[in-house]
């Protein structure tokens, strides 16, 4: 079992930047993949980056390609989201979620929120212009 505390959020003028933590729980968090979401008001939710359990391949919308940066300290259980250029269309709230990945058979679809069993609670990024 995994649980997980997102944090790092605030408000931000636009062309700043943002660190967000996403801190597990479980000896094991270094065989989970862990990714990166966000809803805006009236908006469906959406993926923002994601990270395998190895650290060796990451991927990221076509919006936040250039801008975020995702890592990961297995050492800390901890996942980065490191936000920068930050624009006021990336206002939302942002979730981190997390599904065990080493050794699975089959490929996970890291872009899909359907692929994670796990999730932080959220925390909130606000850009003002």
């Known amino acids: 079992q995994v649980q997980l505390v997102d944090s790092g959020g605030g408000l931000v003028q636009a062309g700043g930047s943002l660190r967000l933590s996403c801190a597990a729980s479980?000896?094991?968090?270094?065989?989970?993949?862990v990714g990166w979401f966000r809803r805006a008001p009236g908006k469906e939710r959406e993926f923002v980056a994601a990270i395998t359990w190895s650290g060796g391949n990451t991927y990221y919308a076509d919006s936040v390609k250039g801008r975020f940066t995702i890592s990961r300290d297995n050492a800390k259980n901890t996942v980065y989201l490191q936000m920068n250029t930050l624009k006021p269309e990336d206002t939302a709230n942002y979730y981190c979620?997390?599904?065990?990945?080493?050794?699975?058979?089959?490929?996970?679809?890291?872009?899909?929120?359907?692929?994670?069993?796990?999730w932080g609670r959220g925390t909130q990024v606000t850009v003002s212009s």
């Open positions: 479980g000896r094991t968090f270094s065989t989970y993949s």
């Open positions: 979620a997390a599904e065990r990945d080493q050794g699975r058979p089959q490929r996970m679809n890291y872009y899909s929120a359907s692929s994670y069993y796990y």
